[in-house]
């Protein structure tokens, strides 16, 4: 077998030995094929979004209650969070230990932040009026944010995990691959935020009351 | 190159997570069978639980056919007659098409692109475990008395708290989602699979049309599963935590659920079908000594159809009044995806077209097929007509037509794969003349079953209804149909029949039994748990049938394969430089005493199965009862902690003798 290899062998850019059909590493096409499935997961509810778009009954309506200000800031921790990301893969890679650690606890603490900021405006819009339960928005709004926020957590844990083992030297160069799977993962959340950003802030963030619903009047639910 | 990597083979050891149990070792006993990450044996799992499954969902399309032979019958009450149509629905897509097909994927995919074993074997048990405990969860609504009657679809508000308030649908609704991660997930592990762990020389057009078919398949599952979770997660907190989806008091829409639920719906029945497809393109040519007629063509067809499967789901919802502009778009779309099936069909004719054929219970199950198939294709393909479609929709001739389909073509295709691989999988033969026995009376069951059904469905006779008034004139019709269906069921006794009485007699099949093109042919009946002892280099489509027929070469393949670049296999090498500890397909210990040499196969795990019951209690535990969810989190954990920090592999004692 020693001979056969020594004929197909394929090498990576980084130097590593590579043993598949297509060059690729087994879990690095994995982590690809789940990030199409994710992709259909996502769409799906930000298309169950744009349906019930302006059909709200009752309010509060998208313009009573979205703040856009705050959640661009969110936005902006979260896209640096990628850039965290990418720092960290390219440390790690080089074989730099305390920068590739230091990195990804940097992808961890901005991923947190995004997460309070989350959890601010679930327990704001809550506070004036609000809840999954409340019409077609709530509802909508708060299952496909919470689903993108339980990916967030997700990947915190995940890159915290990681971090760990950078720290105890079990996550090093020769396996950075691990790490690079968690940062297409990151990155996939990521840009599904910038889609999810955009639908529900930047598009329907005026809407008000539909023609033959009620106007909201807060502090009256 | 067999130096191994001191630094990445002992570190991960320090970490290991506290076992509870030791690392399972016995190829025997029950233990093995839970812990085992082969994928022969995952597929016999796959294979007996479903069949079992199309047992019941047999029993209870018996007991409609009883309930429907008499006008006015009274044998069973509307709502259990909704309990039962919904119940089989859902038992014979979810619990018996799909798990079958994914035991042939298991069996075959790595036995025909020459690998040892799946990308990820451990993620291979635990689609196979997750399943089984999604359909036990499912079924366990009958002991409660509670079982789904929204129907297979389950459309939205009619299975919504406020007009369906008992839990039947909230097990429905949680068992489908177990049973979805169990599909994605065999999905992902098969595109990998295939993509990556192809013997040297195995380009893509030289893979086995089964194979192929598996693939795109396997790209469905990943792409459509999906959207049935968010379907189900919709539906899911509407009815447990009370938010408004498809609360039509609150605005929520009910043609939103058909559109998700069909955007999911009709590539599913893509994924029921195209490994039949798959199935019969490989019997066709053994049994015709002839190569598959336009091979290439019929790749691209079954992708196409996988592609076009997407743009055809309101066809299904042709009533529901889209407007002329959506209907009509729908109408092109659904006759268009009619083509790349008449491909396939003519390519399977031009198959047996001069060959010699023989006509062995597996090829009689395959001509079965085509034939049953194009019926029901037939009778599909007039319902993209919308004027027609209204006239039949929710009729028994829909009923009729899917049963062609799916009765017709997907189990039919997989007895015909049964009775093909069985020698392969067991080493014995199947009898034939029980097996013939089997077959005709399937067929004719089966005809006299759903033939009626067409005219009773274009008289108006509708679905779903338990029973109808005496002067309909529908009695005669409805008896031969019931008495088909009871035929049928005992043709399927005649094959329970046939595996005992052939396990009984144990004609021995040699490895080679039907003269096999393909490469699970080419190695031992049964295969050893290393499938090959030396990886093959593949030259040919067809390899093992030129390996034998070395003089055919130059007659079918003149001047195709000079000089071809080998592609490197994911299976072919004894280590993994990348990332030993985690990776799940190599490594660095030896596969048995005396035999496989030195071939790396991964031990046994049991956190595989320790996931799947975690991730199915706390399904259960959803539906509200809190200390059951801690409970299920807590052994979820313990399994995915375990499992990440377990090696693929233990460190070979000292001593062990190492083969390389």
Redesign the interface.
């Given at each position: 077998?020693?001979s056969?290899?020594?004929?197909?062998?394929?090498k990576s850019e980084h130097g590593?030995?590579?043993?598949?059909?297509?060059?690729?590493?087994?879990?690095k096409?994995?982590m690809w094929?789940?990030l199409?499935?994710?992709v259909?997961?996502f769409g799906?509810?930000i298309a169950?979004f744009l349906?019930?778009r302006n059909?709200?009954?009752v309010g509060p309506y998208p313009a009573d209650i979205l703040d856009i200000p705050i959640t661009s800031v969110s936005t902006f921790v979260l896209l640096m969070s990628s850039l965290a990301m990418v720092l960290a893969l390219s440390y790690v890679q080089e074989g730099r230990k305390k920068l590739g650690t230091l990195w990804i606890f940097a992808v961890v603490v901005l991923g947190a932040i995004f997460l309070l900021f989350q959890v601010y405006e679930f327990n704001h819009f809550a506070k004036v009026g609000l809840t999954?339960?409340t019409?077609?928005f709530?509802?909508?709004f708060?299952?496909l944010t919470g689903?993108h926020g339980a990916h967030v957590t997700l990947g915190v844990l995940w890159l915290m995990f990681l971090g760990f083992g950078s720290i105890?030297?079990?996550l090093?160069a020769?396996?950075a691959?691990?790490l690079e799977l968690a940062g297409l993962y990151w990155h996939f959340v990521d840009i599904v935020w910038i889609v999810i950003f955009t639908v529900i802030y930047l598009i329907s963030a005026r809407d008000v009351a539909p023609p033959g619903s009620v106007p909201w009047v807060p502090g009256a639910h | 190159m067999q130096t191994t990597h001191p630094g990445v083979g002992s570190e991960p050891i320090s970490m290991r997570f506290p076992r509870i149990f030791p690392r399972p070792k016995s190829d025997y006993g029950i233990w093995s069978w839970i812990s085992t990450v082969d994928h022969k044996r995952i597929g016999t799992l796959y294979a007996v639980t479903s069949f079992l499954w199309f047992l019941v969902g047999g029993i209870e399309a018996l007991i409609m056919r009883l309930q429907l032979s008499q006008a006015d019958n009274t044998l069973v009450d509307p709502e259990l007659f909704n309990q039962l149509f919904t119940m089989h629905g859902t038992t014979m897509v979810f619990l018996v098409v799909m798990p079958l097909s994914a035991a042939f994927f298991n069996w075959l995919v790595p036995l025909q692109i020459g690998a040892r074993d799946v990308a990820f074997p451990r993620l291979n048990a635990l689609s196979y475990w997750i399943f089984l405990f999604g359909s036990l969860f499912l079924n366990f609504s009958w002991f409660v008395g509670d079982a789904p009657n929204g129907g297979w679809f389950g459309y939205a508000p009619n299975s919504h708290l406020a007009f369906n308030p008992t839990h039947g649908m909230t097990y429905w609704v949680i068992g489908l989602n177990i049973l979805g991660i169990a599909s994605i997930a065999a999905g992902l592990n098969f595109i990998v699979t295939i993509l990556n762990m192809r013997a040297p020389g195995m380009t893509l057009t030289k893979m086995p049309v089964f194979t192929w078919m598996t693939f795109v398949t396997s790209v469905l599952i990943v792409l459509a599963l999906p959207v049935l979770t968010v379907a189900l997660i919709q539906l899911q907190v509407d009815r447990l935590y009370g938010t408004h989806f498809y609360n039509t008091a609150a605005g929520g829409d009910p043609v939103l659920w058909q559109h998700v639920f069909w955007l999911f719906g009709h590539p599913e029945v893509y994924i029921l079908i195209l490994p039949a497809m798959g199935i019969v393109s490989e019997i066709l040519p053994v049994f015709s000594r002839k190569p598959l007629f336009g091979y290439t063509f019929l790749v691209f067809a079954g992708v196409a159809i996988g592609f076009m499967g997407w743009f055809v789901w309101s066809h299904h919802m042709f009533t529901v009044g889209l407007g002329p502009a959506a209907n009509s778009a729908f109408a092109i779309s659904t006759m268009a995806i009619a083509i790349p099936t008449g491909v396939k069909i003519f390519n399977w004719i031009g198959t047996m077209w001069g060959g010699s054929v023989r006509f062995s219970t597996a090829m009689l199950f395959a001509i079965s097929f085509i034939a049953m198939f194009t019926i029901g294709g037939l009778s599909g393909v007039m319902h993209a007509s919308v004027p027609t479609d209204a006239q039949q929709q929710d009729t028994y001739f829909v009923v009729a037509h899917f049963h062609y389909v799916l009765f017709g073509g997907a189990i039919m295709a997989i007895f015909g794969g049964i009775y093909f691989w069985w020698p392969k999988a067991t080493g014995y033969m199947l009898s034939e003349g029980w097996g013939k026995a089997n077959w005709l009376l399937m067929l004719i069951g089966f005809n006299l079953q759903f033939a009626p059904q067409h005219w009773l469905g274009l008289d108006g006779m509708p679905r779903r209804v338990f029973t109808y008034a005496e002067n309909m004139g529908w009695e005669n019709t409805n008896m031969y149909a019931s008495a088909g269906g009871f035929l049928m069921a005992f043709g399927v006794l005649l094959f329970l029949i046939n595996v005992f009485y052939s396990a009984r007699k144990r004609v021995p099949a040699g490895d080679d039994p039907w003269d096999g093109r393909t490469l699970e042919w080419s190695i031992a009946s049964p295969p050893p748990h290393y499938n090959f002892e030396k990886i093959p280099n593949v030259e040919h489509r067809d390899d093992w049938w030129f390996t034998k027929h070395p003089e055919l070469i130059a007659e079918y393949y003149h001047d195709e394969h000079e000089g071809e670049l080998r592609a490197p296999s994911g299976a072919q090498f004894d280590d993994d430089v990348e990332d030993e500890h985690h990776d799940e397909h190599t490594s660095d210990h030896h596969g048995d005493d005396d035999h496989g040499h030195g071939i790396h196969l991964p031990d046994m795990s049991y956190y595989p199965f320790i996931l799947a019951l975690g991730l199915t209690i706390v399904g259960a535990g959803l539906m509200t009862i809190i200390p059951v969810i801690i409970i299920g989190v807590v052994i979820l954990l313990w399994g995915l902690i375990g499992w990440s920090m377990e090696p693929v592999n233990d460190p070979v004692p000292e001593g062990a003798s190492h083969g390389h």
């Open positions: 077998m020693a056969a290899s020594a004929t197909y062998e394929i590593e030995v590579i043993n598949t059909s297509t060059g690729l590493s087994n879990k096409l994995l094929a789940f199409g499935s994710d259909m997961f799906s509810f169950t349906v019930y059909r709200s009954l999954p339960r019409n077609l709530g509802t909508t708060f299952i689903l105890k030297g079990t090093r020769d396996n691959i691990d | -």
